[in-house]
């Protein structure tokens, strides 16, 4: 393996990982679903705008490359908010496990928008990851009264990220278009979708109370937002598609890991059971793409 490709699967693993501590801060921070996503983008936004203008990175001058960014950013904006109220009803890995279907998702877009045929492995995988699912949920449900909010909410986190992919790529279809503007972009679309369900559905729990509070805002965005993905985005391109589906699971065992040992959630043999199923379905899912 060259070397460009250890350092791109390192840069991948290393990007997961800091991407699953988010959740961490999701969990602390005593502020609404919409607003810490409404913060998290608006950070991220000035971090790209400076960056766009640093590296004279043009922005596109189509359209509907415009608006084809701008709507990725309203399907962001609506997965980053659904995961963060999984993560407040099932915890981080859990949460980040279930957002992690989005491949499925893909798939399903991919077969009715595009007419990607399903292989057999594919169609077992999405049978593996329904049975994990159901193996994580059947405990959780006994005990802890949002399971099915928790549930709902980090499914449709997955099919939201799923489109909100689907429209970077149509981006790029009507004008490639460099990285940081298309990020800009995005954030744009997504502050101003969260606008509205902010101010209506977290009053009084839309702004930090206090400075450290703020710090942890910043982190999100800049760390989060900005360094996590960027390593993401520049790592996959330098890997195989199966590799790279293999390295990305490391971002819902990382959130699994600091859901059982640094928050304290109990889980047990069953729904292990089941995130091993789920993290193999995943896996076989990616597989498809890499033919």
Known sequence: MKLSENSASAGLVVGCILFGLGSIIVAHLPIGAYAIAFWRLAVASVIFLILARLFRQRFPRSSQARRCALIAGLFLAFDLALWHESIYAVGPGISTLLNSLQIFWLSAIGFMLYRERQTPLQLFSMLLATLGVVLIGSPEFSHNGNALWGFTSGV??????????????????????????????????GIITLIAPMLL?????????????????????????CLAWGLIA?????????????????EP???????????????????????ACTLTAIYLGSLKKSK
């Not at 099919?159 to 954030?187: D, G, N, Q, W």
């Not at 400075?211 to 800049?222: K, N, P, R, S």
């Not at 889980?267 to 995130?275: D, E, P, R, V, Y």
């Open 253 to 275: 065992v990382a959130a699994l890991i600091i859901d059982t040992f640094l928050l304290g959630k109990n889980i047990n043999t069953l729904q292990w059971l089941g995130a």
């Open 201 to 225: 559905l977290d009053t009084g729990k839309i702004l930090p109370t206090t400075w450290q509070q703020v710090g942890w805002i910043l982190v999100y965005g800049a760390v989060m937002q």
């Open 234 to 250: 520049y790592s996959i391109p330098m890997l195989s598609l199966s590799l790279t589906g293999l390295l990305l699971l490391t």
């Open 156 to 189: 449709l986190s997955g099919l939201c990220l799923a489109l909100s992919m689907v429209f970077v790529r149509k981006t790029h279809e009507a004008e490639p278009t460099p990285i940081f503007p298309l990020m800009l972009l995005i954030s744009i679309g």
